[in-house]
């Protein structure tokens, strides 16, 4: 397990060593967001996807699509329900980090409201494998948490950036794009 730990944290930097994520970006790209345990690695077995909120659920039709623009280093995703961020107020706040103003991923209507760095949803190719980055918590990061992982159909948690640092009970994640 150790290794398989070193291994993942060998290749995240490899990748951020290699591909910035603050590359931009030529053609709009449309896909799901898939997520992994960190352990498995980002070719490792799927836990569920993102539904349309920014809410992992089970694999299944209710799995969202989601539309990556093309532009500037700053990319906001976007599902039918509307702009996907981390900085909604109104949201469940991220319990793992000291940062104020970090919410669970959510794709809403009225939008995150800020377009900064903090929202931003890149796209980085690595062996065969398209990675989601953000840049909330430690930096250029693919990594995510979640409390729990869902117990069924029609069950959908929360989804946060992943921070320097994992509480009690965390349940670390990465996040993939497969274009449809």
Known sequence: MPSQLASVILLTLSTLALASPLSPRAASRTGKVFLHKTSDGITGKKVGCLDVSGRLILESSACASYTVP???????????????????????????????????????????????????????????????????????????????????????????TRGFNLGEGSIDMLWTFQDI
């Open 70 to 160: 093309p532009g500037p280093a700053i990319t906001i995703a976007r599902t039918s329900a509307g702009e996907c961020g981390m900085s909604f107020a109104d949201e469940p706040q991220n319990p793992d980090t000291g940062f104020p103003g970090m919410s669970a991923f959510r794709c809403k209507s009225e939008g995150t409201g800020s377009h900064d760095a903090g929202d931003q949803f890149d796209l980085v190719e690595s062996q065969g494998v398209t990675q989601v980055f953000t840049v909330l918590g430690s930096g250029a990061n693919d990594g995510v948490f979640t409390k729990k992982l869902p117990a069924g159909d029609g069950d959908a948690v929360d989804v946060f």
